[in-house]
Structures are given as structure tokens and as C-alpha cells.
């Protein structure tokens, strides 16, 4: 219908997440119309990305040095470890100020039906954390849906007789979401009002 | 709970449709084909969040378009709750209430309740055990919003715990058991809380729609619904390790309230193979309304009743047996000939191509 140039970037952004035939439509309309430096500047920026941009070799954040800066930052507190699905989910976490530890992230959550199983996910780096950092609580902070529902519990299996404490955010988050979504404050009562799912002092209720 | 105004954008073959609905009786006239089941699935859709037609999102999106938005106005009591679903073609929908986005689903289906009466409701008795599931499901959602995330993560579990057992291929390495042990756990936690929460719905239905359907037939017979179920005795999580090596071999999950059924019989007969096409008939109806009326006594008001085309399919004695049973509440019905006597009509809408005029 179109020009093929024009063509090809509606198809292009059309394969992007969340836009639509017809958002793909305008978008490419905008950037034909709009001056030539600015289209230089947006591919300039995804590329930059692309290159400067690479997973930490520890906690697969993003980050552009070997180790990310919150890995290298000697002010986290060690053996504490929140786990999570995406990058993103570090973002959200870090807005609410709350929480001290370093962090993992696994790359998404077990779902069979997209071929992920624990193969596919950093879970034994996971394990490999645990003796190497001394590590003595995991957070398990998959989003809350059946995914990563049956994440957590995955990992709390595997983790529990290593007698690592193993605890899960709390539930109040909206359900079947994902943690991006949340606001920092009800995202912070779940961290703060996690519970115990393995291992630990059984001495203890609560987590604190 | 009254359905005031309905807006579609975008919605199957209407491009722009504002609608202000009686309170009483809405007759929605017009030639087959035309769009009148649309907008009954539309206010449906506010109900259930899905198509009572089995519609996936994308087919209900008009073609070409990004999304589809149904939007109502919705009173309650004294409340007035402004309803907006974005249907996305590919993605998630964007769901409003008052202005205000919500994530959870179950947050946005309780403000609507409708029943509905459809042309194919004979499959409530003459199809297969889905059928009867769904319409349990169904009435559940109705009845406590909350139970729709109990029924899509049933749905989401069995497709995940499927996708595993297909790709095993029948071999049980320890990774396929362990992660097959976690969505089992999933599946009995869902699993056992549905099972008895329809158990505990057809103890109510079976009284009343006994009743409805001696109502609406010649002379008296004793219906039984009974929940057939081939692990509820022995529990799911029994179950399960009892059907593992045949679930591996077979790629598919052989046993849970997937496969549950609700046996119906008439005088001690299964209804669907002993019961006359006009006795069938009665009973569905009786399904119908007895459903309507338990969840009108859970939640305190009628759900908004909707006929679709449903008495070019009933004899006009069951027809004028039915209008008599109806609760006098919001009904809109659709029709493409005349309606029966005794159908009391407030408004009249046409439907043309996609097109609503009053
Ligand atoms: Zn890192």
C-alpha cells in the first residue's frame, strides 16, 4: 500500500510490544514528517543502547560495566537477595526505597507453554550465589501471577534445604500483574509484610 | 443493577453506538445478521470479561481497528458507575472504572450482572460437560466477582502444567517431575476450591430449577443434578499422583475439575438422551432462571436479563410460560419477527448494519 521505506518501519514497529497496525501507521507518519535529525537521534540512541548495554555478570541487571552498580556498590547490605523476573522489576523495587540487599534477576518466570523451564532461567546462578556471598535470605519478588506464583514456590523448593531463609512478598499486590505496575508504597508494604515460604531459624513467626 | 447507557466504538460491525436502555423491557429489532447479539454481548462482556459466545478479543475488535471500547453507565442502588473496557486486538485490555484504570479483572466484572437467554441454550443439556461447567462458572462469577480469578487460573495452570506434559514427551527427567510437582500443587489449590464452590452452587440450583421446570411443562417430574466428579472422593492431590504416568504419556491432564461434569436426570432418566426436544427445552430455561435467581439472592439484585432470539426456538406455550416466570427487572430482547404476546414493551431500538436508532 505503502512506499516499501515507509512500509518497512510500520512493519518494524508494528512487532514492537503493545502497538497495534494502526499505532505502527502514525508513529511511522510522525517520524516521516519530522525532521531528519530526529530520526538520526532515535536510531543514534537504540543503537548506543545496544552497544554500550549488557547483562551484570552477577545479577544479570542491566548495566554497562562487568558488574552492575548495584553489585558494586559496597553499601548493600550482603546475604540479602530479592529475585526477580526483568530488570524492570529492580526499578520498581528501587523506588520504594525499602530494600538494602542486592538483588537476581532470572530472565522471566517458568512457563511451559513459552518453553521456559528452569533451564532457561538463571536459576542455577541463583544457586551459585549462595555459598559464594554467604547469602542468608532470598526474597522471592516474581510477579504475582500463576507464573510467577509457580516460580516462587519452584525456587523456594530448591532453596529451602540449604537452609537459606526463604521468604515471598506479601499478597495486597495487584493480582495476576506485574510488579511495574505498582505503586512504590504498595510495593514497599509487600516487601516489608513478606512471609516465610523455607528454611530459616524456626524460632522465629515473623520475618522480623 | 441497571444498565442506563451503553457506548460501543469500534465493537464487531458497530463503528460509534450511544444507547440510553429502559429500565423496563428493551426490544432490539432488526434483520438477522445486523448486529443485534453484539449488543448483547457487548453488555455481557461487562459481566463476564469474556464473550458469552466464546469470542476471542480480536474477532470482537471491528477489522482494521486497534481496539474496541464498551463503555456503560452503570446504577446500582444509589451508585452510578461509569464503566470503560478497551478491547485490544493483540495485548491487554485496558479496564476503567470511574475514570480510574484497574488491573484486576475481578475489580471490574462485579458492577454488571446479566443473564442470558440464547438461542443454543438446548446445549445446556444436550452438549457435553463443558457446557454444564461453564454455566456453573458462570453463575460463580456472577455471584462473587473474586471467583473469575479462581476459573482463569484453573484455565492458565492446566495450559501450563499441558505445555509441560507435551513437551516431556512421555520421559520424566527429574527436571520435568519437579517443576510437573509445582503445578500440581497450583492445580489442587485451584482446583479443590472450585470443585467445592460448585458443589455448594448446585445445592442451590437444584431445588429451584425443580421447580421451574415442573412450571414450565405438563405434570410433575423430579429433576436431579447431581456433580460427578472422579477424584473429588479421594482428593485432587491423590489424584494426580494416581494419573501421572498416564498424563505423561498422554500430553494432556487427565483428571480435575476440567473434566468434571453435572449429570442431569428426569425421574431418575439422564435428561440428555431420555428427555423429549421440548422437554429439553424447558429444562434449560429452568437452568436459566433458576441461575438468575441465585445469584439475585446473593448479590441482592437482579442481573440485567437478556433474551436473544430465544422464542423463535420455544413453542408460544413454553414462550408465554417463560414471560410469565421473567422477574420484573431490566430485559432487553432481540428479535427479527414479532415477540410473543405478553412481552410488555418500554422501548423499541432498530438495528440496521450496524447502525442503532430509536
Ligand atoms: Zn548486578
Known amino acids: ?208 | 443493577m441497571l444498565v442506563q447507557r451503553l457506548w460501543l466504538n469500534d465493537f464487531r460491525n458497530y463503528t460509534s453506538v450511544e444507547l440510553s436502555l429502559s429500565d423496563g423491557v428493551t426490544a432490539v429489532v432488526g434483520d438477522n445478521g445486523q448486529g443485534k447479539t453484539n449488543l448483547v454481548e457487548a453488555i455481557a462482556w461487562l459481566a463476564r470479561g469474556s464473550s458469552f459466545r466464546g469470542a476471542t478479543a480480536d474477532s470482537m475488535v471491528r477489522g482494521g481497528c486497534d481496539g474496541a471500547v464498551i463503555r456503560a453507565e452503570v446504577v446500582d442502588g444509589q451508585r452510578t458507575t461509569l464503566l470503560e473496557a478497551e478491547l485490544v486486538a493483540s495485548g491487554r485490555n485496558r479496564l476503567q472504572v470511574n475514570r480510574n484504570r484497574v488491573q484486576r479483572q475481578s475489580d471490574f466484572i462485579g458492577h454488571v450482572r446479566a443473564t442470558v437467554f440464547g438461542p443454543d441454550d438446548l446445549v445446556l443439556v444436550k452438549g457435553g460437560p463443558a457446557e454444564r461447567r461453564r454455566f456453573l462458572d458462570d453463575l460463580l462469577v456472577d455471584m462473587q466477582p473474586s471467583n473469575h480469578r479462581l476459573r482463569s487460573d484453573l484455565e492458565r495452570i492446566l495450559r501450563q502444567r499441558n505445555g509441560l506434559l507435551r513437551q516431556a514427551g512421555g520421559r520424566a527427567t527429574p527436571e520435568v517431575l519437579s517443576t510437573l510437582d509445582v503445578w500440581d500443587a497450583k492445580l489442587c489449590e485451584v482446583g479443590e476450591e472450585l470443585a467445592a464452590r460448585r458443589v455448594a452452587l448446585l445445592a442451590e440450583l437444584e431445588p429451584a430449577a425443580g421447580d421451574l421446570v415442573n412450571l414450565l411443562s405438563d405434570g410433575r417430574s423430579a429433576l436431579n443434578m447431581a456433580y460427578e466428579s472422579a477424584w473429588l472422593e479421594v482428593g485432587l492431590a491423590e489424584s494426580l499422583v494416581g494419573s501421572r504416568s498416564d498424563d505423561l504419556r498422554r500430553g494432556t491432564t487427565t483428571v480435575g475439575p476440567h473434566r468434571d461434569e453435572v449429570g442431569l436426570s428426569v425421574d431418575g432418566m439422564p435428561a440428555r438422551s431420555h428427555a423429549s426436544q421440548g422437554e429439553q427445552r424447558s429444562l434449560a430455561v429452568a437452568l436459566r432462571l433458576a441461575g438468575h435467581g441465585v445469584v439475585t439472592s446473593h448479590t441482592g439484585s437482579d442481573p440485567v436479563i437478556m433474551l436473544d432470539d430465544v422464542f423463535s426456538e420455544l413453542d408460544p406455550r413454553r414462550a408465554t410460560s417463560l414471560i410469565s416466570l421473567l422477574p420484573d427487572t431490566q430485559t432487553v430482547v432481540t428479535t427479527a419477527g414479532d415477540l410473543p404476546e405478553g412481552v410488555v414493551v418500554d422501548q423499541r431500538v432498530h438495528v440496521h448494519d450496524g447502525v442503532v436508532s430509536t
Open chain 1, 1 to 208: 500500500m505503502y512506499a516499501d521505506a515507509v512500509q518497512k518501519v510500520i512493519d518494524e514497529l508494528g512487532r514492537l510490544p503493545g502497538i497495534g497496525p494502526k499505532s505502527a501507521q502514525r508513529l511511522a507518519f510522525h517520524m516521516l514528517k519530522s525532521p531528519a535529525e530526529d530520526a538520526v537521534r532515535l536510531t543514534d540512541a537504540i543503537t548506543d543502547m545496544k552497544d554500550r548495554v549488557r547483562f551484570c555478570d552477577r545479577c544479570f541487571n542491566i548495566s554497562e560495566e562487568p558488574l552492575c552498580l548495584i553489585c558494586s556498590d559496597a553499601r548493600r547490605e550482603p546475604g540479602l537477595l530479592c529475585v526477580v523476573e526483568e530488570p524492570r522489576d529492580i526499578v520498581a523495587l528501587e523506588r520504594t526505597g525499602g530494600f538494602r540487599g542486592r538483588y537476581h534477576v532470572l530472565g522471566g518466570a517458568i512457563s511451559p507453554i513459552d518453553g521456559v523451564g528452569p533451564d532457561q532461567l538463571k536459576v542455577s546462578e541463583l544457586l551459585g550465589r549462595m555459598d559464594a556471598e554467604s547469602v542468608t535470605e532470598v526474597i522471592l519478588a516474581t510477579n504475582p501471577n500463576i507464573e510467577g506464583e509457580a516460580t516462587a514456590m519452584y525456587l523456594a523448593r530448591l532453596l529451602g534445604p540449604l537452609g537459606v531463609e526463604v521468604t515471598r512478598i506479601a499478597s495486597g499486590l495487584p493480582v495476576g500483574g506485574d510488579l511495574e505496575y505498582a505503586d512504590e508504597l504498595t510495593l514497599g508494604r509487600a516487601l516489608e509484610g513478606r512471609r516465610r515460604l523455607a528454611g530459616g531459624p524456626d524460632s522465629e513467626n515473623g520475618i522480623r
